[in-house]
């Protein structure tokens, strides 16, 4: 998880951002089991559904190892075919801070009219085409879709499905880099989260639960 919210640069927009690497996704799923009552076969279902749709891989749970589309031994980053990020954002500005004033012992607002004190309420409406990935070389790559607005400004918070497909193109965004940025665009400031590789590469490690 990453997030800007101590980052003074971009003090209205706050974004927090959880990449949905296999480990995230089993979590997520082993948290629902319990909750639904899932029997482990359940489990082992919908934790195989959700990787192959969020992040085009496959657990082998004989091996307990990922597989990739190709059927090939996860290695690296590089064989993922898609990636998914939940994101929230919040509007640090809003509620409007109106200051108030004391006269004959009450407070009143020192105007009755908001748009003598605005607030910064930006529109979301072409969000989807803000928010985009980059890697060290400065390579980009748009989201293929982006899920879960709800409004056409940013007041209150909104939670966001982001999923990046890496077919788009011949190079693969996670090849000869060591980070990935998740950057937004077209707020008061851009927003640039930083996640290095070793977090978001596919982990090797059990995610079954024994």
């Known amino acids: 998880m990453r997030n800007n919210l101590f980052d003074q640069q971009s003090p209205n927009i706050k974004v927090i951002a959880t990449p949905y690497t296999p480990t995230v996704i089993a979590a997520i799923n082993r948290m629902r089991q319990t909750k639904e009552h899932w029997s482990d ?5 919908q934790i195989d559904t959700s990787l192959a749709l969020q992040a085009g891989l496959y657990f082998d749970w004989k091996t307990n190892l990922l597989v990739d589309s190709r059927g ?5 980053s590089s064989q993922l075919d898609r990636f998914q990020f939940l994101l929230t954002l919040r ?41 985009f990935l980059e890697n060290d070389r400065g390579v980009i790559l748009k989201p293929e879709h982006v899920w879960g607005r709800k409004h056409d400004v940013l007041t209150i918070e909104e939670t966001l499905i982001v999923l990046f497909d890496f077919k788009q193109g011949s190079v693969h965004l996670f090849e000869g880099t060591k980070n990935a940025y998740l950057v937004i665009t077209g707020f008061d400031a851009p927003i640039r989260l930083a996640f290095p590789l070793p977090v978001i590469n596919p982990s090797l490690k059990q995610i079954a639960v024994e």
Do not use: F
Request: charged share 20%; with cysteine.
């Open 41 to 45: 076969a359940e489990a082992e279902h």
């Open 72 to 76: 090939y031994y996860v290695r690296s």
């Open 91 to 131: 509007n640090n500005s809003w509620p409007c801070a109106i200051p108030v004033v004391i006269a004959g012992g009450r407070m009143a607002p020192l105007t009755k009219v908001l748009s003598d004190w605005p607030c910064y309420i930006p529109g979301i409406t072409d969000l989807d085409q803000r928010i």
